[in-house]
């Protein structure tokens, strides 16, 4: 038998589908936060996360790809048209009103309108988004990079993770609208091509990709991508957001890393 060599990109997103797939189903057990299968599956998530962090050297690009490769539109995933009155009415002015919030664990808290974002200095990258669920594409980003973002508002020394949080409303419930959110380690946030997304294949960035604001995160699955950003929380925790998991999906069973 020959020997078999896996790429690590390969044996990431191997491990990452392999240990989300299971999740997708409907297990109601998992909806039990003190339960003994959420437990063992954190444990595992936790595991993954270091071994993750082992593989993946801080400044390791993911592949970038020619322009003759961009065969399709980029899919857009997720929520595609959210219908939040806040967001219908900046939509409705052509996101002239739009402005990120960004604070927490930071010296100087600030607002950014799209301008604003839109006149730091930028990246374009011809990245490929990978799905969960299986399928993948290829499209061109140009947003400004996180780390510009970060060094704007002056992290503090405590500082861990960044919390991205968004516009559209995923479910309702007796306590009101729980919507989007998502976060990164610091590592990652102020990796070379971790953007804020405000252009895809040369145009502006559409609402069904997540207009005005969506973060790349190259290294990682689909869904650690957050559409639609309104703010962005720079902190030490991740309890205090959602449930505690570190984004929408997390909070229901899928792993928090996702790296690939």
């Not at 339960?35 to 962090?53: D, P």
Request: proline letters at 5%.
């Amino acid at each position: 038998m020959s020997p078999i060599f896996l790429s690590r990109r390969r044996f990431l997103t191997g491990a990452t589908i392999a240990s989300t797939a299971p999740l997708a189903g409907c297990f109601d057990f998992l909806g039990d936060r003190s339960g003994e299968v959420r437990g063992a599956l954190e444990t595992a998530n936790s595991l993954t996360y270091h071994a993750q962090r082992l593989l993946l050297g801080s400044d390791d690009l993911a592949r970038e790809y020619s322009e003759s490769e961009i065969r399709q539109p980029q899919r857009p995933n997720g929520s595609t048209n959210p219908s939040d009155r806040a967001y219908v009415a900046l939509a409705r002015g052509g996101f002239s009103d739009y402005r990120l919030k960004v604070g927490g664990l930071v010296d100087k808290p600030t607002e950014l309108s799209l301008g604003e974002l839109q006149a730091m200095p930028s990246r374009t990258q011809i990245t490929r988004h990978d799905c969960v669920e299986g399928w993948s594409c290829i499209a061109k980003w140009t947003g400004v990079p996180l780390s510009t973002v970060l060094d704007h508002v002056s992290p503090k020394p405590a500082a861990r993770f960044v919390v991205f949080d968004c516009f559209d409303t995923m479910q309702r419930n007796a306590l009101g609208a729980i919507k989007y959110y998502e976060s990164i380690d610091m590592a990652d946030a102020r990796h070379p091509q971790t953007i804020l997304a405000y252009g895809l294949n040369d145009q502006s960035l559409p609402i069904s990709n997540g207009a005005p604001l969506r973060v790349r995160v190259e290294r990682q699955l689909g869904y650690k991508m957050a559409k639609y950003i309104r703010a962005i929380t720079v902190t030490e925790t991740l309890e205090g957001f959602g449930q505690g998991g570190g984004g929408y999906w997390e909070d229901r069973g899928y792993e928090w890393f996702a790296g690939i």
